[in-house]
Every structure is written in C-alpha cells, then in structure tokens.
C-alpha cells in the first residue's frame, strides 16, 4: 500500500511559490484602481533543454513488474486508475545534445498513486479486465524529438525493509542507437536518500502551475 507524503510536499512548495509571485505583479494595478489587462495568447517558446554533450542518460534497473505489448497511446490512465494527474514531457537527443531523435519510442510503466503495479497481484481487478494494461504505453518522439504523456504520481512500496522512492520506468530507443532502459525520479522524495537504486541523474524537473503537476526530462541516447 502507499506510504506518500510526496504529492503534498510538490504541491506546498510549488504554490507558495506561484503565491508569491502573484501578489507581487498583480498588486499594482489593483491599488492604482485599474482592472489588470488580460493577457495576450503567445506562442510558447520551446522548453530549454537538460543536455551534458557527450553524456549519456543513465541507465537503471527494469525491476520485475515490466510487460512488453504496451499500446501506443499518450494517455496512460483509465478511468478507474488511483493517483494524482501529472504530465511528463521532454525531449529524445542523441550524444551532441543537438540531434532529435524523431520518432523514437518511450515504453513507459509504473505503480498507481497506492504504489501498486497492474501485475504484482495486489490489484483486484474483474475478471473482464485481468491482463488489462493499466499505466502502461509506447509514446513516439515527434520531428524535434519531443515527447508527452499524462499518468499520475506514483505511490511508495516497500522493497524488502524500506519504501521505494517513487519512480516511473522507462525503456527508449531510436534507430542507430543503443537502447537504454532505466526509471524518472522526483525531487524531495523522503525516500530517495536511503535507496539503493536512485541515480540522482535522474531526477526529473517538477512544477505545478494552474494546478497541474508537470514533470520535465530529456533522455541522451548513445550511437550503437
């Protein structure tokens, strides 16, 4: 069962932030007895991107929960899926941190908000859905290399005597490059400090704005 103080810390942190940058810019017309102006739609700058040149991501374990045959779909969660939304998005590269990878293929999986993955035999799903993928999903990079998927905060589980800090798993791969497989970790987990596992590398950026969690990570495949 889930253990997760985490989704609590991301969302304090992150809305006493947005808070106060917000009283400082709104204030001023509202004191001046203006009605502040609405904001003019702009086209979104692309999201500056997490590249060391000549540096790899690094791999990690795939742990025993993986199952091939994912769908293609950015939309990972059914209806019927426990956890908080969050929206992971980033970018495929090859080593010289220039190169998109287009079209290269995330297969992702995770546990639910309750730290449970759909085979470790603690869901107790109907019959009519036994097999079902539940957090499970290919994604393919567009043009630029750039991906998106919708999940939800995965919960903690105990690995033997201790939480694992939680994480999503991912395995990648593109033309002419060697796969690599390995898992996204979040800031301020309690649990991150005491795992064997975590590479702190790995650790993707996270925000909640407009109240939505979003995380960021851009993944450096090497040439086969």
Same mark, same amino acid.
């Given at each position: 069962?889930?253990h997760d103080?985490l989704?609590?810390r991301?969302?304090?942190?992150s809305?006493?932030?947005?808070?106060?940058?917000l009283?400082?810019?709104s204030?001023?017309p509202l004191?001046l007895?203006?009605?502040?102006?609405s904001?003019?739609?702009a086209?979104?700058?692309?999201a500056?991107?997490?590249?060391?040149? @000549?540096v790899g991501t690094?791999a990690?374990?795939?742990g025993p929960?993986y #199952?091939?045959?994912?769908?293609? /779909? *950015? +939309?990972l969660v059914?209806?019927?899926?426990v956890?908080?939304?969050?929206?992971?998005?980033?970018a495929?590269?090859?080593l010289?941190c220039k190169?998109?990878?287009?079209?290269?293929?995330?297969?992702?999986?995770?546990a639910n908000g309750?730290?449970q993955y759909?085979?470790? @035999?603690?869901?107790?799903?109907?019959?009519?859905e036994?097999?079902?993928? #539940?957090?499970?999903?290919?994604v /393919? *990079? +567009?043009a630029r290399?750039?991906?998106?998927?919708?999940?939800?905060?995965p919960g903690h589980?105990?690995?033997g005597?201790?939480?694992?800090?939680?994480?999503?798993?991912?395995?990648v791969s593109?033309p002419?490059h060697?796969?690599?497989?390995?898992?996204l970790y979040f800031p301020d987990?309690?649990?991150n400090?005491a795992d064997p596992?975590?590479?702190r590398?790995?650790?993707?950026d996270?925000?909640?704005?407009a109240?939505?969690?979003?995380?960021?990570?851009?993944?450096?495949?090497?040439?086969?």
């Amino acid at each position: 069962m889930s253990h997760d103080p985490l989704s609590r810390r991301l969302f304090l942190s992150s809305s006493l932030s947005a808070l106060s940058s917000l009283s400082v810019v709104s204030a001023a017309p509202l004191l001046l007895g203006c009605t502040p102006p609405s904001p003019s739609p702009a086209a979104a700058a692309p999201a500056p991107r997490r590249c060391v040149r @000549g540096v790899g991501t690094a791999a990690n374990i795939e742990g025993p929960y993986y #199952r091939a045959g994912a769908p293609f /779909r *950015a +939309d990972l969660v059914d209806a019927d899926v426990v956890g908080a939304r969050l929206r992971v998005s980033g970018a495929v590269l090859s080593l010289d941190c220039k190169t998109p990878l287009a079209g290269a293929v995330l297969d992702v999986w995770q546990a639910n908000g309750n730290g449970q993955y759909d085979n470790d @035999g603690t869901l107790r799903l109907p019959a009519s859905e036994r097999g079902a993928m #539940r957090l499970r999903g290919k994604v /393919r *990079a +567009d043009a630029r290399g750039d991906f998106s998927f919708a999940t939800v905060l995965p919960g903690h589980y105990l690995n033997g005597r201790v939480y694992r800090p939680a994480h999503i798993h991912v395995k990648v791969s593109a033309p002419g490059h060697a796969p690599l497989t390995t898992q996204l970790y979040f800031p301020d987990d309690p649990y991150n400090a005491a795992d064997p596992f975590i590479d702190r590398s790995l650790i993707m950026d996270v925000a909640r704005t407009a109240g939505a969690l979003t995380a960021r990570y851009d993944f450096v495949l090497r040439p086969a």
